[in-house]
């Protein structure tokens, strides 16, 4: 009877243990699955940018710096997303959001482009992207979080030491992002 329960409770252990393993994993591909939604909505604006930058073209013939800025941001995003350099990402957001700032600003000095449907199409559409955006990276965020106290927390340090289980970096921008916008010095651009 003793050898019976001794083995009765190496299994309920081991079983332990195993859903630990298990649950450590399905955490690792949570932050995989909140990565990949978030590449997608990279793409979709990457993809969105030039057609909004073309239309920008024909009206803001004296604003090619601003629309230069943009497609150099464009192109770091872009970068950083293909090899999943978290914190180069954040730079980089912070620059193509700063250039759309100063674009936006910069529109209302072409009351034709501003009337342009392609381009209030475009502008809508790109507003939705970084909002959806912003929705993801905090539910990337959230996952990270989640999966980064579980690899330190007893008794999961101890499945996470043995099966290497990193932790995963968050998704941040720069503090100049955190601050207040002022309306008005976007406009004095």
């Not at 710096?65 to 978290?86: F, S, W, Y």
């Not at 965020?141 to 990193?166: K, L, M, T």
Request: charged share 20%; hydrophobic share 45%; net charge negative.
């Amino acid at each position: 009877m003793p050898l019976i329960i001794f083995f009765a409770l190496i299994a309920v252990v081991l079983v332990y243990f195993v859903m630990l393993y298990n649950n450590l994993v399905a955490l690792k591909h949570n932050i995989s699955r909140a990565w990949s939604n978030i590449d997608v909505l990279l793409k979709q604006r990457h993809d969105e940018l030039p057609k909004l930058v073309e239309t920008c073209k024909h009206y803001m013939q004296f604003e090619s710096e601003t629309l230069e800025k943009i497609m150099l941001a464009r192109n770091g995003v872009a970068q950083a997303r293909e090899k999943h350099d978290i914190p180069a990402l954040g730079v980089a957001e912070q620059q193509l959001r700063t250039g759309l700032g100063s674009l936006y600003a910069t529109v209302e000095a072409y009351p034709e482009l501003r009337a342009n449907m392609q381009f209030q199409n475009l502008a809508g559409r790109i507003t939705q992207l970084e909002n959806d955006i912003a929705d993801r990276r905090e539910y990337y965020n959230d996952s990270v979080n989640i999966n980064n106290v579980r690899i330190e927390q007893f008794p999961d340090v101890i499945v996470a030491n043995a099966f290497h289980f990193q932790p995963a970096q968050l998704l941040e921008f720069d503090s100049h992002e955190k601050q207040d916008v002022s309306v008005g010095a976007l406009f004095q651009r």
